[in-house]
Nanobody
Framework: QVQLVESGGGLVQTGGSLRLSCATS????????VGWFRQVPGKEREFVAA?????????RYADSVKGRFTIYRDNAKNTVYLQMNSLQPEDTAVYYC??????????????????WGQGTQVTVSS
């Protein structure tokens, strides 16, 4: 099972930016679709963004982050990034990355996704 490590979280003011990283030592990482999710206490983990495997030519975003967040991958570094701009207090959450062979699972059925990272906290102050 692929091991994922998130980093890049922190405290930022409203309107600021952060870039999250999801890294792995898995040499076949290019064969995995990768998604970002977020969760606040007492709420279900929600989908944020996803990128298809290999070329990363197809992406998907939650409506709440469209136009502000960008997901992309650097296969040479076995890393997927989530660039987050124009951050708002409602973006405050623990952000998790997840990987699966199936892009559809990432987007539509997170309970079936095979691998998750440990999460990184993002806090946006007002």
């Amino acid at each position: 099972q692929v091991q994922l490590v998130e980093s890049g979280g922190g405290l930022v003011q409203t309107g600021g930016s952060l870039r999250l990283s999801c890294a792995t030592s898995e040499r076949t990482f290019t064969d995995y679709a990768v998604g970002w999710f977020r969760q606040v206490p007492g709420k279900e983990r929600e989908f944020v963004a996803a990128i298809i495997r290999r070329s990363g030519g197809s992406t998907r975003y939650a409506d709440s982050v469209k136009g502000r967040f960008t997901i992309y991958r650097d296969n040479a570094k076995n890393t997927v990034y989530l660039q987050m701009n124009s951050l708002q207090p409602e973006d405050t959450a623990v952000y998790y990355c997840a990987a699966d062979i199936s892009f559809q699972k990432i987007v539509e059925d997170k309970r079936a996704v095979g691998a998750w990272g440990q999460g990184t906290q993002v806090t946006v102050s007002s």
